[in-house]
């Protein structure tokens, strides 16, 4: 009985030690690929609910901007900060679970910081 308390002690020692070795930060470039791997999903979702606003060049675009810097006031270009990882999230998210792309944008609207909207925006640029 010992034994085997002992054991059980050591099995949940290992655990706990193998999850906070996979603590590593998450990368950008990490969650932009899970959101282009959603892209496809999400369109579909949008369009089973009637919503043809969206297509899958639209989706990857806004998948896309989770890597790219942010506008930089200082050189007039995409060259400033890269996008916060909450924000990333957030986008990522909207993609992979929001009942339609506009649905899911609408909820990470109010999550996210207004360089990263803007950002997101340019999807849209109206031409």
Known sequence: MRFSMLLTG????GLF?????STEPERLEDIE??????CPAAVERSNDAGDYSYDLATCECIAGRITTPLWSDADSAYS?????????KAIARAIRQGATLKDGLEAAKSEI???SANSVNTCFSKY
């Open 10 to 13: 050591l099995a949940g020692a």
């Open 17 to 21: 030690l193998s999850a906070c070795a």
């Open 33 to 38: 690929t899970r959101a282009m791997a959603a």
């Open 80 to 88: 400033g900060d890269p996008m916060p990882i909450r924000d990333a």
């Open 113 to 115: 910081s207004v360089p």
